[in-house]
């Protein structure tokens, strides 16, 4: 049984960092394309971050690139999001999620496209 359990997250204000970490177990993790989810309260939830399983490729939506980077190590099964000069708006729950791949194929950033989900590490931004 694969699982993903995150931490890292916590309360800081406007300009700050934080780095989340995601342990995967279970499973052979260089069969994953990783990547970094967000839900805050009241909205869907939203792609953050994917790192192919080489740990070279990346991708990132407009409303954090330049200030969140994704990474992985191979050798530990661990997944991590560098999130640098925080907003409010990055409030949420940030979840961890896997991709099984044997191929190939393009990253997704639709939710329901990933096999397995953490429970979810809250951040909090105050202003």
């Known amino acids: 049984q694969v699982r993903l359990v995150e931490s890292g997250g916590g309360l800081v204000q406007a300009g700050d960092s934080l780095r989340l970490s995601c342990a995967v177990s279970?499973?052979?993790?260089?069969?994953?394309?990783m990547a970094w989810f967000r839900q805050a309260p009241g909205k869907e939830r939203e792609f953050v971050a994917a790192i192919r399983r080489n740990g070279v490729t990346t991708t990132y939506p407009g409303s954090v690139k330049g200030r969140f980077t994704i990474s992985r190590d191979n050798a530990k099964s661990m997944s991590y999001l560098q999130m640098n000069s925080l907003k409010p708006d990055d409030t949420a729950v940030y979840y961890c999620a896997a991709d099984f791949t044997m191929a190939y194929r393009p990253i997704s950033v639709t939710p329901g496209e990933y096999d397995y989900w953490g429970q979810g590490t809250q951040v909090t931004v105050s202003s």
């Open positions: 279970g499973g052979t993790f260089t069969n994953y394309i």
